[in-house]
């Protein structure tokens, strides 16, 4: 019996102590390459709406020449 409760300390103590400077040094590497990948995708994001801007922009310029031009004629 306490062969058990002893273990079980062990595990309690294992639960509370201190981390190791590996253990945080690979938390914070997981953590930073996590917002790498959102920084990416946000970046792609970015892009892509800067495209679909500009796109929308040279049409809208297009169009309204075309409609300047026939209300000359």
Do not use: C
């Not at 400077?21 to 938390?27: D, F, G, S, T």
């Not at 953590?31 to 920084?39: G, P, R, S």
Request: charged share 25%; proline share 1%.
């Amino acid at each position: 019996m306490l062969k058990i409760a002893a273990e079980g300390f062990t595990n309690v103590k294992r639960i509370f102590a201190k981390p190791t400077l590996k253990k945080v040094a690979q938390e914070v590497l997981y953590d930073a390459e996590i917002e790498l990948l959102k920084a990416h995708a946000a970046l792609e994001w970015a892009q892509s709406h800067a495209e679909f801007q500009t796109n929308r922009v040279a049409r809208l310029k297009k169009y309204n020449q075309t409609l300047t031009l026939q209300e000359l004629a």
